[in-house]
């Protein structure tokens, strides 16, 4: 459990400090919202699954249930919300880019897509993304 604790403020400082560019600290809150997400019952099966139609920040399975993760990180709301920047067009690459996916190997599953939003302190907010 310590290992753990010690993870999610090892990551929260990354994200803090300012000696990551923009995209090492994209890649810091994808690693967070990894872990949470294991640490939460979730089974990884890809990150950063890149295919035709373009890139899944975190592939996961559930509960009979296959997750599609956007990750979005901010240092604040000024220039809006994570959620607010995933626009019609993203959104409706993603949820192409679901339907790509061979779902027979996966036994009577579902498949939902969610955001996640990442902000400075650590605060992980995540929600479902909407067609």
């Known amino acids: 459990m310590l290992f753990k604790i010690l993870k999610i403020q090892i990551l929260k400082y990354k994200l803090r400090s300012n000696k990551y560019s923009r995209k090492e600290k994209g890649k810091i ?6 872990f949470v997400l294991e640490l939460k019952g979730y089974k990884i099966l890809k990150r950063n699954l890149f295919i035709k139609k373009g890139e899944i920040d975190i592939l996961a399975v559930k509960n009979k ?7 979005k990180f901010r240092k604040g709301d000024s220039f809006g919300k994570a959620e607010e920047a995933i626009d019609f067009k993203k959104r409706d690459r993603l949820y192409k880019i679901s339907q790509s996916f061979n779902l027979d190997k996966y036994e009577n599953i579902d498949l939902k897509l969610f955001y996640i939003n990442l902000s400075e302190d650590g605060k992980l907010k995540y929600g479902i993304i909407d067609f």
């Open 65 to 71: 249930v296959l997750y599609v993760f956007e990750v």
């Open 29 to 34: 809150a994808e690693e967070f919202a990894t």
